[in-house]
């Protein structure tokens, strides 16, 4: 697909970066379609809820143009930026302050008023899905933003399994089913129209629609090309991104491994300097890096090479005070996970393996827990007869917060220096690292 240009652009015609401050550098982005050195993530799509007391329900689009001939219809809409959404929706007093309030917490979000339109704004695209007399499920987007289907076209969302054959071949499905939607942002504080890529596949054997919308920007920096997604792909806000630093491994299609991928806050390392990558602000335009004189080793980071971040917490069984230092000396496995969490549970009896055998002088392993309650946390505990101490993250010690996990179960393998070696080590690959550096240690 052919590029656009992204956003308003500022300086690119000079060919300079953009600096506000000391260390601080602005520099301009440019859009293209498609996720690029990414993985892709893909959203829910939710129909309108039908509970009366919804705190969303004065916010839903009203519609018309559903065909008349479908059964079992539902429709909704896809925020496009939900941030702008709750916004205007709490200046419209569709939202109340406390509810306002209740999503800024979980969302970790603080408004920046300087760069949300106080002006409603079509931020979000509307969309119907029902069942036609052959039995087949189709779907209608507002693809224009005027809330009519009538003028829209009716199509069949790609088909899936969720199988991982599909997430393979995503880019290959998203150029061949992807449509184009209309919606309006905030750009050099004026508000702007923009055209873009909304891929919609429905999950059959769950019957579950689920979204994304193909696209990611770039920038150049000193010679290098910074690739960077906002959500991994299920909205445009630019509010939570993350980071590619291009290279020759990434050509041809090939896509970052996780380890690779640098979330805001976290640094990059260009021709010899450390930068923290701040973010994006799509009102300017730019993505802002921070210039830092400090070597990786005096960083704290959750990346590979850095410094564990520091934190403070209560052991769950014994409540005694835990903190990195309580390790000092040692090599330990910090393993973020939830009760609920698959994945993590298969996980234990590898771990408990590892535990029993491993020499408990030179290697601990902590479990640190969010999104769970302490009740479940005991249950869990007890159930899959957990040795190793656990930390339940919560409103006071925010340890989650902290580290940044939007997914579990994440691991962290720090040295005796409190200097991040590995990430996401899991079974056998766990097992002969630690073994490896248990038997180099005196």
């Not at 899936?160 to 071949?169: G, I």
């Not at 479940?376 to 656990?390: H, V």
């Amino acid at each position: 697909m052919k590029s656009t240009k992204f956003f308003f652009i500022t300086c690119v015609s000079l060919g300079i970066l953009c600096c506000t401050q000391k260390n601080i550098i602005e520099i301009p982005l440019s859009v293209q379609n498609g996720y690029g050195p990414f993985k892709a993530g893909l959203g829910g799509i939710s129909p309108d809820s039908e509970n009366e007391t919804d705190p969303w329900g004065k916010t839903r689009l009203q519609v018309s143009g559903i065909p008349e001939h479908w059964t079992d219809t539902k429709k909704g809409a896809i925020d496009i930026n939900i941030y702008q959404t709750a916004y205007q929706n709490y200046l419209q007093g569709n939202i109340t302050q406390d509810w306002f309030d209740k999503l800024q917490k979980s969302w970790d979000w603080t408004p920046d008023t300087l760069n949300l339109s106080t002006i409603p704004l079509k931020n979000k695209v509307a969309f119907a899905f029902g069942i036609e007399a052959s039995g087949k499920t189709q779907t209608v987007v507002d693809t224009n933003n005027n809330l009519d289907f009538s003028d829209d076209p009716i199509f069949i969302p790609v088909e899936t399994d969720l199988m991982d054959v599909f997430f393979n071949r995503m880019d290959s499905f998203m150029q061949h089913h992807s449509i184009r939607v209309t919606y309006e942002r905030l750009a050099d504080n004026r508000i702007v129209r923009e055209n873009v890529p909304l891929f919609i596949i429905h999950a059959s054997s769950y019957n579950l629609f689920m979204y994304n919308f193909p696209q990611h920007a770039v920038a150049g920096f000193k010679g290098v090309e910074l690739a960077v997604n906002s959500k991994n792909f299920t909205d445009l806000s630019y509010h939570k991104t993350y980071l590619v630093l291009m290279d020759d491994s990434l050509k041809n299609g090939k896509k970052a491994d996780t380890e690779h991928v640098i979330s805001e806050n976290e640094y990059l390392s260009v021709k010899g300097k450390i930068y923290k990558y701040k973010g994006v602000n799509t009102n300017k335009n730019v993505m802002t890096l921070e210039k830092t004189n400090l070597p990786k080793e005096q960083l704290y980071s959750t990346q590979i090479g850095f410094r564990a971040i520091p934190f403070e917490g209560r052991n769950f069984k014994t409540k005694e005070i835990i903190t990195l230092d309580t390790f000092k000396g040692k090599y330990v496995l910090i393993d973020f996970w939830a009760v609920w969490c698959g994945p993590c549970i298969q996980e234990f009896p590898n771990l408990t393996a590892l535990y029993d055998h491993a020499d408990t002088s030179k290697f601990e392993i902590l479990g640190i827990v969010g999104d769970s309650s302490p009740e479940k946390l005991d249950e869990s505990m007890e159930q899959f007869a957990i040795k190793w101490p656990q930390i339940l993250s919560d409103e006071a010690n925010t340890i989650k917060e902290k580290y940044g996990i939007s997914s579990y179960p994440t691991t962290l393998l720090i040295n005796s220096e409190g200097i991040i070696i590995a990430k996401n080590l899991r079974g056998h690959d766990l097992e002969n690292k630690i073994n490896e550096l248990i038997a180099q240690q005196p």
